[in-house]
T-cell receptor, first 109, second 116 residues
Framework: RKEVEQDPGPFNVPEGATVAFNCTYS??????FFWYRQDCRKEPKLLMS???SGNEDGRFTAQLNRASQYISLLIRDSKLSDSATYLCVVKFIDYKLSFGAGTTVTVRA | DTAVSQTPKYLVTQMGNDKSIKCEQNLGHDTMYWYKQDSKKFLKIMFSYNNKELIINETVPNRFSPKSPDKAHLNLHINSLELGDSAVYFCASSQGLAGVNTGELFFGEGSRLTVL
């Protein structure tokens, strides 16, 4: 079983729609959680951290469910510029980040 | 100024050849990494160095040898290239191991290696 699993998508949504997707992780001792964004043929960049109580950053909301071992990302009022692959990242031990294979989101006009 | 720069961006070579990819960061970070992203977009860590000391060495063939001459540089040398080595190799850096609390890694633009 992979350490971090994501639905690859793609999620095709119209502008202005809300899209949400999850990521599951296998190690219950995981410490920290993050979402990265990767545009086509570009490098990954940190989008936001995921806190235990859930957190928002503008139109983006991240949630953590430790009991069920998943994190989620919700994007409200989707923009064309939100089209990207969203990578779920989990820190299992102090010095290693494990990346999921990503969920692709395509926002259409 | 590019924060994490790696060269070359594209590399096309024959099986059996030896090649190197160089990486430099000007962020003053103490930790650097090599990640491999295959055709399925799975980003897998290969090596991590902290203050020039090897911290992570995942199950990577011996044909791959990292070298960190100083904190700002981490190079990757690959011997006897195989078809399966074709991938995008990303260099990254962070302040502290795995970015400590921020989890923020700064990636280079990637080096796309194609082995024919």
């Amino acid at each position: 079983r992979k350490e971090v699993e994501q639905d690859p998508g793609p999620f095709n949504v119209p502008e202005g729609a809300t899209v949400a997707f999850n990521c599951t992780y296998s190690n219950s001792a995981s410490q920290s959680f993050f979402w990265y964004r990767q545009d086509c043929r570009k490098e990954p960049k940190l989008l936001m951290s995921v806190y235990s109580s859930g957190n928002e950053d503008g139109r983006f909301t991240a949630q953590l469910n430790r009991a069920s071992q998943y994190i989620s990302l919700l994007i409200r009022d989707s923009k064309l510029s939100d089209s990207a692959t969203y990578l779920c990242v989990v820190k299992f031990i102090d010095y290693k980040l494990s990346f999921g294979a990503g969920t692709t989101v395509t926002v259409r006009a | 100024d590019t924060a994490v720069s790696q060269t070359p961006k594209y590399l096309v070579t024959q099986m059996g050849n030896d090649k190197s990819i160089k990486c430099e960061q000007n962020l003053g970070h103490d930790t650097m990494y090599w990640y491999k992203q295959d055709s399925k977009k799975f980003l897998k860590i290969m090596f991590s160095y902290n203050n020039k000391e090897l911290i992570i060495n995942e199950t990577v063939p011996n044909r791959f040898s990292p070298k960190s001459p100083d904190k700002a540089h981490l190079n990757l040398h690959i011997n006897s290239l195989e078809l399966g080595d074709s991938a995008v190799y990303f260099c990254a850096s962070s302040q502290g191991l795995a970015g400590v609390n921020t989890g923020e890694l700064f990636f280079g633009e990637g080096s796309r290696l194609t082995v024919l």
